[in-house]
């Protein structure tokens, strides 16, 4: 009897062990986003959008604050969505400074504005940026966007 409680012991933990190590292993699967807005209502949307569809987002008002978060931040960054116009650092200056760092040298930056002249898409293009995406848009295309550079 007593060699059967332990062999069911034994079984017991190693499945906890298991089911533990399993979770670890989905944790490390999980996707971060950092969104850089200097909209609240904007990074609240995209983070619910994003949070929803299983991404971790990391918040941050303009490129300043964000530089400053990826500084401080001990998780992985695997993809960035700012915006273009925002005070202290826009999207751009941002962009040319986040690749400038070699460790998010090839970081997808995704764009989002309501600025439609072509000079302005040339510029992100050349600062680094992987993606634009014109305001309004919808949740559907934020995901679609994320997923096409995370695949």
Known sequence: ??????????????????R?????????????????DDSAALREFISFVLTDAGYSVVVAENGKEALNKLNGHNKKIDIVITDLNMPLMDGIEFTKQLHRTPVYRTLPVLLVTTELHGSKKQEA?????????????????????IQKFLK
Do not use: C
């Open 20 to 36: 533990a190590f399993a979770v670890e292993r989905v944790k490390e699967k999980v996707k971060t986003v950092l969104v850089v």
């Open 125 to 145: 293009k050349q600062a680094g940026v992987s993606e634009w995406i014109n305001k309004p848009f919808s949740a559907q295309q934020i995901r679609d966007a």
């Open 1 to 18: 009897m007593l060699y059967l409680y332990f062999f069911f012991k034994v079984i017991l933990i190693t499945g906890v062990e298991s």
